[in-house]
């Protein structure tokens, strides 16, 4: 069945927007909590370092929730948690330039903790503090936390995307990822987070065609998903991540069938050169030729891209991630053949295994074999047995994470090739 565009972002928005999304996303920090302070104080704190790598911001979001604010953030902001008469313990923060989280300070986050100290200290939570400003709710905040670093400031053309992550996540009411806690802003008044992902996928689906990631963009969209989504623009988030996911993979199929298509044209010129050349070498009458030899591997290219921004479909079309999946199926292959052999000499035969099958129909040619691993990748692989399947993807995932450990071993020598040691 086809579907139009509009009926295909209903679908994704439906299918994303689940209790599962929560699992993989910053907002299962301020999740941890049912106090409604605590979930305000929580969910801004990570939504302020929500920048770069979904792990990476967790991981940071983890530690200060584990060991900052040790399970209380309210308490840890207002000072509760001290003697009378003693200071908030974040204050120890204040003028440290020990780093905290990629160009933040610990100073900068003691910033952060002494504007919420302020919040909280004169109102029962930040909804209240909102309701005292004549702004809108986004220019409210950026008043609030004016002068914090990662605020952007209210004449700033940025499209404050961890400002209007937080707010979807206060606002929108009876979703199961987001909290709905505030009746402050009308979720019909909530604009698109827009970050370097929704921007590229909102062009690639022709959703607009402003290339520049500011605030006018995130406005520009948010007006589009309201034709789809009247009373609720934000929901299109979901459905932008939702087509990224499936876009994601049906590519990542297509591309590595190219790729695995260049390697093979490239390394069967590569070997008729090689033997073009050997027929031309003199060789004495009595001589048994030399077996042609392998020929060189395609040398890897410099990857410009940061490790934790590839994608699958980067991976997979490496020359890289093509020799190592060679390597996995010739040394699967060789055991399979010395057990053969040894059973051969007992008189005994091997039980058929998936990789006989395999074999058979010619499937352990690495190009072949990769476009496969895409496909169960993408759950678009038919004719294979769950075990068939799970067979496969284990030994392309081997493949796959070595390939991804060399990537970033290769990145941490490359960041530190001038000496400069920042840890």
Not at 8 to 34: G, M
Not at 95 to 102: A, D, L, V
Not at 146 to 154: E, F, L
Not at 259 to 267: C, F, H, P, V
Request: aromatic share 8%; proline share 5%; charged share 30%.
């Amino acid at each position: 069945m086809a579907y139009t565009l509009n009926e295909n972002l209903k679908r994704w928005a439906e299918q994303y927007e689940t209790a599962e999304f929560v699992k993989n996303d910053p907002v299962q920090i301020p999740r941890h909590y049912d106090s409604r302070v605590n979930i305000e104080i929580s969910a801004f704190v990570t939504a302020w370092i929500a920048w770069g790598n979904r792990k990476q911001i967790i991981k940071k979001a983890d530690f200060i929730d584990r060991e900052i604010f040790k399970g209380e953030p309210y308490n840890n902001i207002v000072g509760n948690n001290v003697e009378p008469g003693a200071v908030p313990l974040w204050q120890a923060y204040k003028e440290s330039k020990e780093n905290f989280y990629r160009t933040f300070t610990y100073g900068d986050f003691a910033e952060l903790c002494d504007r919420l100290h302020q919040i909280y200290s004169r109102n029962e939570n930040m909804e209240a503090a909102l309701l005292k400003s004549d702004k809108k709710p986004l220019e409210a905040l950026q008043s609030l936390f004016g002068d914090v670093k990662g605020i952007p400031d209210i004449e700033t053309k940025s499209g404050c995307k961890r400002l209007c992550m937080f707010l979807r996540w206060m606002c929108r009411p009876n979703s199961p990822v987001d909290f709905g806690l505030w009746t402050i802003c009308d979720p019909r008044n909530l604009i698109i987070p827009l970050d370097t992902h929704v921007h590229k996928q909102a062009l690639r689906l022709g959703l607009i065609t402003r290339r520049t990631p500011d605030l006018q963009t995130a406005i520009e969209i948010t007006d589009r998903f309201a034709e789809i989504f009247p009373d609720d623009p934000a929901k299109g988030d979901f459905a932008l991540f939702g087509y990224g996911v499936n876009k994601g993979t049906a590519d990542t199929i297509k591309e590595v069938t190219e790729a695995a298509n260049k390697l093979n044209e490239a390394t069967k010129g590569a070997a008729t050169a090689v033997a073009e050349l050997s027929d031309h070498l003199p060789h004495a009458e009595d001589e048994t030729p030399e077996p042609t030899p392998e020929p060189e591997p395609i040398p890897e290219q410099p990857i410009e891209t940061k490790v934790a921004d590839l994608s699958i479909a980067d991976v997979l079309k490496m020359p890289l991630f093509f020799a190592n999946l060679k390597e996995q199926i010739t040394s699967l292959w060789q055991s399979r053949e010395n057990a053969r052999q040894a059973a051969g000499k007992n008189g005994e035969r091997l039980k058929n295994h998936i990789i006989d099958q395999l074999h058979a129909d010619g499937l352990l040619d690495t190009g072949k074999f990769a476009v496969l691993f895409a496909k169960i990748l993408d759950k678009v692989a038919t004719g294979y047995s769950a075990n068939e399947r799970e067979f496969i993807r284990v030994l392309g995932m081997t493949a796959f994470k070595i390939t991804m450990q060399k990537l970033i071993d290769d990145e941490k020598e490359r960041d530190n090739s001038d000496g400069d040691d920042k840890q």
